[in-house]
Nanobody, 128 residues
Framework: VQLQASGGGVVQAGDSLRLSCAAS????????IGWFRQPPGKEREFVSA?????????HYGDSVKGRFFIYRDNDKNTVYLKMDSLKPEDTAVYYC?????????????????????WGQGTLVTVSS
């Protein structure tokens, strides 16, 4: 599977933004999709993930819980990350990643090394 992240931009604190992760290749519905971000000068961190299986589960990092919402449209081979109440500390390059199969647990999907494919990243800048 190949991934293309988009939707980043420059916004003000309190604004909303929606990121998209479009996938090409077969069996998209067999992949869990995660979002990670890398703030300037910092390490990559887990943001959110949605599982592949029917009866979807979603996971969120502590810093985004209650503000971000992840959902997928398998008909469009796309996963979306809706980001509300953005803060300057949300400024980062956001990456989407795909993991085939697995259990779908938080401990699995929150680890970047679990993923099989990565998109190129999209920059989100939140000004105060």
């Amino acid at each position: 599977v190949q991934l293309q992240a988009s939707g980043g931009g420059v916004v003000q604190a309190g604004d909303s933004l929606r990121l998209s992760c479009a996938a090409s290749g077969p069996s998209f519905s067999s992949y869990s999709i995660g979002w990670f971000r890398q703030p300037p000068g910092k390490e990559r961190e887990f943001v959110s993930a949605v599982t592949w299986y029917y009866g979807l589960a979603s996971h969120y990092g502590d810093s985004v819980k209650g503000r971000f919402f992840i959902y997928r449209d398998n008909d469009k081979n796309t996963v979306y990350l809706k980001m509300d109440s953005l803060k300057p500390e949300d400024t980062a390059v956001y990456y989407c990643a795909a993991k085939r199969g697995g259990k779908g647990w938080y401990g699995e999907l929150s680890r970047s090394e679990e993923y099989d494919a990565w998109g190129q990243g999209t920059l989100v800048t939140v000004s105060s």
